[in-house]
């Protein structure tokens, strides 16, 4: 039972990325997938959601720039980040939340988006 998140990399303010998040192990149509972030020297904090009932949720920073999406049949989910900005940089990390006490933590991927 795991979470691998991929696709953070280093790119310029205005640019863009996809994260992608493959569960092994986990049934999706009955987890709720969260994707985190944590800045250097900050808490983590929610960026997006996506329900098993269909719901997207934004934090309000990234609102029509992120886009959360899931494919229940390859097991993936993934995050589009459009107009990256600097404040975007952090560590991202993929959640799975089964039932309300079950909760897997992918391993991170960074992100880092320059000036």
């Known amino acids: 039972v795991q979470l691998q998140a991929s696709g953070g990399g280093l790119v310029q303010a205005g640019g863009f990325l996809r994260l992608s998040c493959v569960a092994s192990?986990?049934?999706?149509?009955?987890?709720?997938i969260v994707w985190y972030r944590q800045a250097p020297g900050k808490e983590r904090e929610q960026v997006a959601e996506?329900?098993?009932?269909?719901?997207?949720n934004y934090a309000d920073s990234v609102k029509g720039r992120f886009d959360i999406s899931r494919d229940n049949a390859k097991s993936t989910v993934n995050l589009q980040m459009n107009n990256l900005k600097p404040a975007d940089t952090g560590v991202y990390y993929c959640?799975?939340?089964?039932?309300?006490?079950?909760?897997?933590w992918g391993q991170g991927t960074q992100v880092t988006v320059s000036s």
């Open positions: 959640n799975a939340r089964i039932g309300p006490f079950r909760s897997i």
């Open positions: 996506s329900t098993m009932g269909g719901n997207m």
């Open positions: 192990g986990i049934n999706l149509r009955v987890s709720d």
